[in-house]
């Protein structure tokens, strides 16, 4: 039995898919027998490690930066293809597949997003290619990253066929296996949670705080999903109103921010724009950060996948989000040090009163009791194994 995973991204770029495969990858090593068919990187030499197959074009590993500017051309081009840019690069690492490194009795692993990957393992199943079981590793629903309503449409057929076809799904969250269950009959017994996991290893990190009170949200933004326009116009009022009482304020956004928030914020003197980083970077911005914040989804069934990594840290988290139910505020309700904010009933003057109390807590592990992990991959292929 040998697992073959699907996914474009690799190590170094950084981003939830690539973390995802990581720890996958990290936990399966020892256990099965596996290749992993992705893209090159410009400038990085990863075809020397094992099992990896590199075929397709090349990223850049820039493409994570918030500084990166998308032309006008390519701005157009991604209106007009369904349903990502990836689409070809999928066909073609299906045919890779098929003629080079095939065998009897795999198991596929397609692993979105992008969602194209996931043609592979339709393609795979129609073909009937002697493969054991197709999963589906479903990170978003389909239409989140669509534009248009003609993409919307095609997503949701897209996203039933993948559903039904697909022999089992696995989600990041189980409000994602809620939506899907509920929206596709009779799935529930092939749909299974395991969570991204985390980037950063903090078992023996001290926070390095300094005299500022640092702000930090790790992770990106990006429309119709997470604006975050709302709350980083909260947060600099507050950083203003401190700063009346004498307080250094920095509110650091670590990853790739969207054009708007940049454009409009890049010159402000509390807001500080930082691209994507390694693990051991990540872990120096957490160490030096007091409060962390998550962004609010509009009307998404999915859960930030930094969460996870939030709640290891053991730092105090201000969550923004829309409602009681909203998917984050549920998994983070046992958490000792949090402090829901909801845009529609609370109040800045709260937000402060929360961040002046706990600001100078720093990591702490006995804050880092984590909810239901909902499964793990070596316990997943343990079920297909039997």
């Known amino acids: 039995m040998r697992l073959v995973i699907f996914n474009p991204y690799h190590f170094p770029i950084v981003n939830p898919r690539s973390i995802r495969i990581q720890n996958l990858v990290n936990e399966i090593s020892n ?14 030499d990863i075809n020397s490690r094992d099992n990896v197959r590199i075929h397709g074009m090349s990223l850049n590993n820039d493409l994570s930066s918030s500084k990166h500017k998308k032309s006008w051309i390519f701005n157009l081009v991604r209106r007009l293809i369904w349903p990502d840019l990836f689409v070809f690069n999928s066909f ?21 997003n992008p969602i194209s ?7 795979c199943k129609l073909f009937n290619f002697n493969q054991c079981y197709w999963i589906a590793d479903i990170g978003d629903r389909f239409e989140a990253h669509s534009n248009s309503k003609w993409k919307k449409y095609l997503s949701n057929k897209f996203e039933k066929l993948v559903c039904y076809k697909a022999d089992y799904i696995i989600v990041n969250a189980s409000s994602l296996k809620d939506y899907l269950c509920i929206n596709f009959k009779n799935i529930e017994q092939k749909v299974r949670v395991i969570p991204n996991g985390s980037n950063v290893n903090f078992s023996n990190a001290k926070s390095n705080l ?15 999903i997470r604006p975050a326009c709302k709350e980083l116009e909260i947060l600099n009022n507050l950083a203003a109103s401190l700063k009346l009482k004498g307080m250094n304020i920095e509110i650091n956004l670590i990853g790739r921010q969207y054009n708007f928030l940049i454009d409009n914020y890049s010159q402000c003197e509390f807001v500080h724009f930082k691209d994507q980083v390694s693990s ?18 509009m009307e998404y069934e999915g859960m930030p996948s930094k969460l996870h990594e939030y709640r290891l840290s053991g730092l105090p988290i201000v969550y923004f989000s829309f409602s009681e139910t909203d998917p984050g505020s549920l998994f983070l309700e046992s958490y000792p040090c949090i402090f829901n904010y909801y845009l529609n009933k609370n109040s800045e003057s709260e937000l402060k009163d929360f961040i002046l109390k706990h600001y100078k807590q720093g990591l702490n592990q006995s ?18 194994n039997t």
């Open 31 to 44: 256990v099965i027998d596996y290749i992993y068919i992705c893209n090159p990187i410009l400038n990085e």
């Open 92 to 112: 073609f690492h299906f045919f890779i597949y098929i003629f080079k490194y095939r065998k009897r009795g795999d198991i596929i692993l397609t692993i979105s």
């Open 117 to 123: 990957t996931h043609l592979i393992g339709l393609l």
């Open 210 to 224: 300094g005299d500022s009170l640092i702000i930090g949200y790790f992770g990106n933004t990006y429309l119709p």
């Open 280 to 297: 051991s970077e990540l872990l120096k911005e957490y160490c030096r950060t007091n409060i962390l914040v998550s962004f609010a989804n």
């Open 367 to 384: 804050n880092a009791n984590q909810a239901s992990q909902g499964g793990s991959w070596n316990k997943f292929l343990e079920e297909l």
